[in-house]
């Protein structure tokens, strides 16, 4: 085992930063290794937004959920899909690529590639000594958050990255079975050991919360999951993505 893949096993969220902002070189090593990220077809359909004013990291963390920690970090980045620059280069290249950008495929590019930006940029992080934690709480308020940060058409908001240094260590997580994950050759859908797995699993994150929380709390992760998803969520959000310009064909 060698040190890159120690620190991503060892990856957990950080939820409590020290008051120390990154400088401005951690900043830009972070999202020169987040642009070393796999592209589709070189495509580059992602925008990173830095935020340090202390004002506008508050609102931030207002339209997120009240979470105190998308204030009070060293640095936060919003990781967009960004298809605007494209417009760009249909002028520049005098080419009608406006169907293409505002395609289903498009989108899906642009948040694949804004997704393994970030992955790169959180595990340069966390090489560095910093802790993270991603914020989807942005979706919350999609419209506000993409107003606040004057971001243009055919472009969104997908999520935040808090950065800092950890003042507080939490233990890692454990994930789902290996097994329960990789399938070879064929998608596994035997009912009775894909459902063995997860009930050892909720074993697994029983105990992990039990421990964790010195016996308050104990609860399954299938029963977490079924509390999360038996009311949909965010249900305005294909149609601010479809007004943003993107995913309309």
Same mark, same amino acid.
């Given at each position: 085992?060698?040190?890159? /893949?120690?620190?991503?096993?060892?990856?957990?969220?950080?939820?409590?930063?020290?008051?120390?902002?990154?400088?401005?070189?951690?900043?830009?090593?972070?999202?020169?290794?987040?642009? $070393?990220?796999?592209?589709?077809?070189?495509?580059? !359909?992602?925008?990173?937004?830095?935020?340090?004013?202390?004002?506008?990291?508050?609102?931030?963390?207002?339209?997120?959920?009240?979470?105190?920690?998308?204030?009070?970090?060293?640095?936060?980045?919003?990781?967009? !899909?960004?298809?605007?620059?494209?417009?760009?280069?249909?002028?520049?290249?005098?080419?009608?690529?406006?169907?293409? /950008?505002?395609?289903?495929?498009?989108?899906?590019?642009?948040?694949?590639?804004?997704?393994?930006?970030?992955?790169?940029?959180? /595990? $340069?992080?966390?090489?560095?000594?910093?802790?993270?934690?991603?914020?989807?709480?942005?979706?919350?308020?999609?419209?506000?958050?993409?107003?606040?940060?004057?971001?243009?058409?055919?472009?969104?908001?997908?999520?935040?990255?808090?950065?800092?240094?950890?003042?507080?260590?939490?233990?890692?997580?454990?994930?789902?079975?290996?097994?329960?994950?990789?399938?070879?050759?064929?998608?596994?859908?035997?009912?009775?050991?894909?459902?063995?797995?997860?009930?050892?699993?909720?074993?697994?994150?029983? !105990?992990?919360?039990?421990?964790?929380?010195?016996?308050?709390?104990?609860?399954?992760?299938?029963?977490?999951?079924?509390?999360?998803?038996?009311?949909?969520?965010?249900?305005?959000?294909?149609?601010?993505?479809?007004?943003?310009?993107?995913?309309?064909?």
């Amino acid at each position: 085992m060698n040190t890159t /893949i120690e620190t991503i096993l060892q990856h957990r969220s950080i939820r409590k930063f020290e008051d120390k902002p990154l400088t401005d070189e951690q900043i830009k090593m972070i999202v020169e290794c987040a642009q $070393a990220a796999s592209t589709s077809s070189f495509i580059q !359909a992602y925008s990173i937004i830095g935020v340090k004013n202390k004002e506008k990291k508050k609102r931030l963390a207002e339209l997120a959920g009240n979470q105190p920690y998308v204030e009070d970090n060293g640095h936060f980045f919003i990781f967009c !899909a960004d298809l605007h620059r494209h417009e760009h280069i249909g002028e520049i290249e005098n080419t009608e690529v406006k169907g293409s /950008i505002e395609s289903m495929e498009k989108f899906i590019v642009a948040t694949i590639d804004a997704s393994l930006a970030a992955q790169n940029a959180s /595990i $340069a992080a966390e090489s560095m000594g910093l802790g993270i934690c991603y914020i989807g709480g942005l979706r919350n308020n999609m419209e506000k958050v993409a107003e606040l940060l004057e971001i243009p058409s055919h472009a969104i908001p997908l999520f935040g990255l808090a950065v800092g240094y950890p003042a507080q260590q939490t233990d890692v997580k454990p994930r789902l079975p290996y097994t329960n994950v990789y399938h070879e050759e064929v998608y596994n859908t035997d009912k009775g050991s894909y459902q063995k797995q997860l009930q050892e699993y909720n074993e697994t994150i029983s !105990a992990y919360y039990h421990t964790r929380t010195s016996g308050k709390r104990s609860d399954t992760w299938t029963s977490q999951m079924a509390n999360m998803l038996k009311e949909p969520k965010r249900m305005e959000m294909k149609g601010f993505v479809e007004k943003s310009g993107l995913a309309r064909k």
